[in-house]
Each structure stands twice: as C-alpha cells, then as structure tokens.
C-alpha cells in the first residue's frame, strides 16, 4: 500500500517547478473539463459528446499520474474510467450521483496529491482506497434498483463527512435546518447577535411577498439569512449581524421590482434585460441609504454583485473596495442558487457539493478568498455535524 508520507511526495518533490506547475495544471483544466461535461449530461442524461469529454478529462489525469509513477492513484481513475464505459454501453444511466461520485474522486487525488506535497498522512484514504476501487468498478453489475444506495455508500468512503441528506432526516439535523425555507424565530436570531426591533421586523415583512413573484425565490431569504450569519458567526462577527441580516432580507428588492417577463423569462436575455438585472443592487442601496442607521446594510446591498476581480456590477469594484458582509452574501447568493432551481441558473439543481466545489474554484477571482475558507471550514463542521446526527440515528 501506497505510504503517502513517502512514495507520493518523493515523486512530487522530484519534479522541478514547471513539471510540478503543469501537472497540477493539468488536474485543475480537467476537473473543469468535467464539470462543463456534467452539467451538460443533466440536461441530456445520453449525451455521447459530454459522455466522450468526461472520459477524455479522467484519462488524462489517468495519464498524468502514470508519467509521474504514481500508479498507486491510477486504480481511481481506472475505476472512473469503467464506470463512465459501463454508462457509455447502456450498462447503466447516468445520474447526479454518479457525477457527485466522479468529482469527488478528482477532488480527493489532487487533495491528497497537494497534501503528500507538504509531508502531511493521509493514512485514512489511502486504507480505503482499494475498497473505493472496487465498489466503483462493480457499480454497473449491481441490480439497478440497488445502484443508487451503492454510489451512496461510495461517496460515504470517499468522504465520511459526504452531506447525504436521507429522506427521513429531520428539521433537527445541521444541514438541513440550516438550508431550511421556514423562518428563523426570535431566539435562534438572538443566538446570532441579531436585534429584532421595528425596522427589522419591517424588513422582514417584506420578505415574503417579494418572494412571491417568482417561484423559484421562494423560501430563498431564510435559507440565505441562516448561511450568511453562520459564516459571519463562524469568522467571529466582523460584521454587524444586524445590518449582515437586513441586508439579505432587501437585496433583491430590485430584482423584484423588474418586468415579470424579464423575471421569469427561460430563453436567454437580451442586452438590455441584462442591463437592468445589473442595476437591481442600487434600488435596495437607495431604498436603505435615507436611514441612517441602516447606511452599512445598504452598501452590503449594493455591492453583493461585485468580484474580487472587478468583474462584478453595478461599478466593477475590486477587493479592498466592497465591504465584508457583501463578500458574504456573494456566497451565500450563489450556493442558493446552486442548491435551488432558478430560472436563469443551470437546468437541474446541483448538489451542495458541487456548489461547494464552485465557490472554491473561483476563490480570489469572484468570490473573497477569506471568506471561502470560512465557507468551506463551516460546510465541512456541518457536513461532520449532519453524517454524526445519521449515524447516532440509525444506531438506536
């Protein structure tokens, strides 16, 4: 058995700077390769090009581990390989499952891989890593009613802090109460420094109608609000939970504000409908601005669209100009999003692991490098949290 503390980082260590570069290179331009493929196999579960892409991106990284001597790794992506043939042949579908289960495994190499890099165990893994291949080579030979349990047990091995959420979890569990659309109540708002007084709760209130124009915004503000002070909780509060939550509750009060046919649209917008998507942060702004007291919600409003790059809307700024609580809602707009049907996201709803592997691959360029650590540091506390919660269930 691979030892990680030696065979896997004599290799790397090996290389000079530029192979070093490239390779790591090549997994980061595959792992996007797959991504691109998978969300394309959603809309069209049968699609042989995406099928034909995805196979490409696993055997190159495939191939890079053989040109390195990391045979060891290479059972992974051989047992990908079969996988994604099994579905090729009509051995069986594909599904998001089977998707989760080939990003995780990328993810999990170039972890261990970036891991054995600075002398770091990964003895755990690599213990499992045998059982991992097989299960994923005999997926396609299991009856088809017992697959989908299969790939779950599998993400199980990949990751013991995997969220799987089963159909009888309860409201108690972490992940699923923090992600929940029913409103938070007084106590569990005080328990993250949040006041409630009169112009709360009138922000609040309009929260739910706001919602009402589109269905897929539905529950959408509780869900954000319980996200945005968990992070700004985890971090320490560097932003004022008061105005963090009125900012959430009238971000969008300019999207709702827009032509329902603009808001609901499924086609892809014009020029100008997009122009006026990107001008929704400064009605909030002005809406919050003439109370004094809520001057720093209004800027997070304004700001929640703006890139770390200077990319972003409605004035391009960079970093050091957008204040933190904008960087938080960033992320929790988007891991929304990316958990819930939307009219102008990707057609099928995304796993919150694949939404946690997005926020951290635009990390300095979208999003605040901060403030994904501190994203990524509480998804895995809660994924932790959840998996203990399942498992103390089903052992009593």
Known sequence: MLNVNTATSAQLVNLDANSLADFFGLITEAHTQMEQALLLLQIDREDEQSLAELAMAVDNIHNALADHSLGELRELTSSLLQLIYAIRKKQMAFSVTVGDIILLVTHDIKTLLEK???????????????????????????????????????????????????????????????????????AELAAYGVVIDEDFAFFRSLGEPLETR????????????????????????????????????????????????????????????????????????ELLRYMKQWREAAYIVLQHHERMDGSGYPYGLKENEICEGAKILAIVDVVDARTHERTHASPQQQALLRAAMEIGKHSDTQFSTYWVDVFKNLFQEMRKQTVENINDKKAR
């Open 116 to 186: 054995s890099l600075e002398g770091e165990a990964c003895k755990a893994f690599m213990q499992r890593l045998p059982r991992i291949c097989v299960a994923i080579k005999n997926v396609a030979n299991v009856d088809p009613m017992m697959q989908e349990n299969m790939m779950r047990d599998i993400l199980m091995l990949l990751d013991a802090n995997t969220e799987i959420l089963d159909t009888d979890t309860t409201a108690t569990d972490t992940l699923r109460n923090l992600f929940s659309s029913a409103d938070p109540n007084d």
């Open 214 to 285: 589109s269905k897929y915004w539905q529950g959408r503000s509780q869900r954000m609000l319980r996200l945005a002070l968990k992070m700004n909780d985890q971090a320490g509060r560097p932003v004022d939970p008061n105005q963090l939550a009125a900012a959430v509750y009238m971000h969008d009060v300019g999207m709702a504000l827009l032509p329902l046919e603009i808001i609901n649209n499924v086609q892809p917008l014009s020029e100008e409908d997009l122009q006026q998507i990107r001008e929704h942060p400064k009605f909030g702004f």
